[in-house]
């Protein structure tokens, strides 16, 4: 297989594809790949270098690394480990657009007083021209800033260019935002065949628990480190809508607004410091999905030359709602559309002094959401599978203790142990795609 070319369009190469060191054929997932070697070789110490939070210590710890790992992406040799000695993750080969903005600095300049209208004419020019009317198209829909920014930008350009410019498309909302981001694509009255809430009736314990099966995380995850129920929950919904091979597969997501926006606002370094950071962070949006390749906003060429020439006058949230109210003041209205974010806070405190007066201590600092509760049947079943398998039995620790802490946290050791167990599983027995 020849080398994987560039992304359709023109965005930094943020999520990895799967090489194999003897051949240099490159794949979308880790299974693809592990299914064209002969004898895998377990490497499950291997784990993701991880983005830096609000620790500045721990900013400062890995920011040689990333400025380390910067120099061999503009000189296109980064290349890191998986869970098989046999198979490497890489960037794909990066657009000259995107290979000339590597070296430049996040911007250091007063930004103009019409930054807010350059962004958002930006970002419209970028969806604009990537789109592709002819997929089968795909957008997770929640109620923040981000969502509902691009959920605009289609619905301004849907008008301008006509419906059949959008062609085909869901919007899949999952729990707990499923009501919130109902009145946004109301208030854009969309088409009814559009909307696609995951698991409305299921809110609530266990809504995660089709996703945390052991074969099915298994067959479909390629990395452990990072568990993102909600995308994972809306491809396994959506697979029938996904799996038609009539028409190309196009998703589009607002992820990397904070991100970029983050790194400009604290002055963190170059676009291709950005990139070893943030690399990788997700293995990809629909993890068992990787044809379904997503339009990446604010990680284009355009977004990021704004970034890299000017500082962002204002606090992010205020940025967004400026790019908002210009271009629909109503959504910008908290009121009428309000942002669960900021009710999230009392929920996962709420839920952390649950479990510490039920359990005791338990590996957690901010709570969680009711989502990630796990009924004990669940809880059983998930410790069942991980003790019977290889990697409980030669690597990790012989139990899990889901029993005494029955939450399935976006972070953690036990979350880590349980999903390298289950890609292991999958892939030893000669599980292929």
Request: glycine share 6%; charged share 25%; aromatic share 12%.
């Amino acid at each position: 297989m020849p080398k994987q070319p560039p992304e359709e369009w023109p965005q930094i190469s943020l999520f990895p594809i799967y090489r194999l060191k003897k051949t240099g054929d490159e794949y979308l997932t880790l299974r693809a790949a592990a299914a064209h070697v002969d004898t895998l070789t377990p490497t499950p110490d291997h784990a993701l270098v991880r983005r830096p939070g609000d620790d500045p210590k721990q900013l400062k710890r890995l920011s040689a690394t990333y400025a380390a790992r910067a120099k061999t992406l503009e000189a296109g040799t980064y290349t890191r480990s998986t869970l098989f000695d046999e198979i490497v993750a890489a960037p794909r080969t990066p657009w000259d657009s995107i290979r000339q903005l590597m070296p430049r600095d996040c911007g250091r300049a007063e930004a103009p007083d019409d930054m807010v209208s350059r962004s958002l004419d930006t970002l419209i020019e970028f969806i604009g021209a990537s789109w592709n009317p002819k997929a089968r198209h795909v957008m997770l829909h929640s109620s923040g800033y981000d969502t509902r920014l691009i959920a605009a930008i289609l619905h301004r350009l849907a008008r301008e260019r006509g419906e059949e410019w959008l062609g085909e498309v869901r919007f899949a909302a999952f729990a707990p935002e499923i009501g919130y981001a109902r009145k946004i694509w109301a208030y854009l009255d969309w088409p009814a065949e559009t909307w696609m809430p995951v698991y409305p009736a299921k809110a609530g314990r266990d809504y995660y628990a089709p996703c945390l099966d052991f074969a099915t995380a298994g067959r479909w995850l390629s990395e452990a480190e990072r568990f993102w129920g909600g995308p994972f929950l809306a491809e396994l919904a959506l697979r029938a809508y996904l799996r038609s091979d009539d028409k190309p597969l196009q998703g589009i997501t607002a992820l990397f607004s904070d991100e970029t926006l983050k790194w400009n606002r604290l002055k963190w370094g170059t676009v291709g410091w950005f990139q070893a950071c943030f690399l990788f962070d997700n293995p990809g949006i629909l993890p068992g999905t990787p044809q379904c390749r997503f339009l990446l906003p604010f990680a284009s060429p355009g977004w990021l030359k704004l970034l890299t020439a000017y500082h962002v006058p204002m606090q992010i949230d205020d940025f967004k709602l400026a790019m908002i109210t210009k271009l629909d003041k109503s959504l910008a209205d908290l009121d009428r559309f309000p942002n669960f974010r900021f009710s999230i806070r009392p929920i996962r405190e709420r839920n952390l002094a649950r479990l510490r007066t039920r359990y005791g201590q338990v590996d957690a600092t901010r709570g969680h959401i009711d989502e990630q509760w796990i009924s004990p049947m669940t809880a059983r079943k998930m410790e069942a599978d991980y003790a019977s398998s290889w990697y409980a039995k030669n690597v990790g620790p012989a139990r899990l203790g889901f029993d005494k802490d029955p939450v399935f946290r976006y972070w953690g050791d036990k979350n880590t142990h349980y999903l390298k167990a289950a890609i292991y599983e999958h892939l030893l027995a000669g599980g292929r795609p």
